[in-house]
Nanobody
Framework: QVRLVESGGGLVQAGASLTLSCASSGRTVSNYAMGWFRQAPGEERELVSFITKDGSDKDGRGVYYKDSVKGRFTISRDNAKNTVSLQMSSLKPEDTAVYYC?????????????????WGQGTQVTVSS
C-alpha cells in the first residue's frame, strides 16, 4: 500500500514560483512511475507531467510535460527522501487548479488516469493576475 501526501500549494501572483512536494509512505517512489495531474473547477483532471520508473530529471529521459507547462515546470524524484516534486515557475492564472500526485506500478500509457494505482488528496494552487 502507498499513501501519497501533497504539500506546497498556495496563493501566488502571476509570475511567481511554487514547488509542490509529494511524500510517499509505504513503498518507495523509485518503485513507481509518478505523475502530477491538476483539476480546475468544472474541468476534467489532466496530466501535467510524469516521470517513468527509470526516468531521470537530470537528462529528461522518461519525463513528459504538458505543452503549456514545458520550460516552466520541472518534475524531480528524490529517492532518499521518498518524494517527488514539481517545481513551477512563471505561474499563470490558467495554472490555477488542485494538483494531485499519483503513482503507477506500470511504466506505460502514463498519460491515462486509469493507469495510476494511488492518488494523493490534492493541494490547491491559485495564481492571481
Amino acid at each position: 500500500q502507498v499513501r501519497l501526501v501533497e504539500s506546497g500549494g498556495g496563493l501566488v501572483q502571476a509570475g511567481a514560483s511554487l514547488t509542490l512536494s509529494c511524500a510517499s509512505s509505504g513503498r518507495t517512489v523509485s518503485n513507481y512511475a509518478m505523475g502530477w495531474f491538476r483539476q480546475a473547477p468544472g474541468e476534467e483532471r489532466e496530466l501535467v507531467s510524469f516521470i517513468t520508473k527509470d526516468g531521470s530529471d537530470k537528462d529528461g529521459r522518461g519525463v513528459y510535460y504538458k505543452d503549456s507547462v514545458k520550460g516552466r515546470f520541472t518534475i524531480s524524484r528524490d529517492n532518499a527522501k521518498n518524494t517527488v516534486s514539481l517545481q513551477m515557475s512563471s505561474l499563470k492564472p490558467e495554472d490555477t487548479a488542485v494538483y494531485y500526485c499519483a503513482a503507477s506500478s506500470r511504466n506505460y500509457n502514463l498519460a491515462l488516469r486509469r493507469m495510476y494505482d494511488y492518488w494523493g488528496q490534492g493541494t490547491q494552487v491559485t495564481v492571481s493576475s
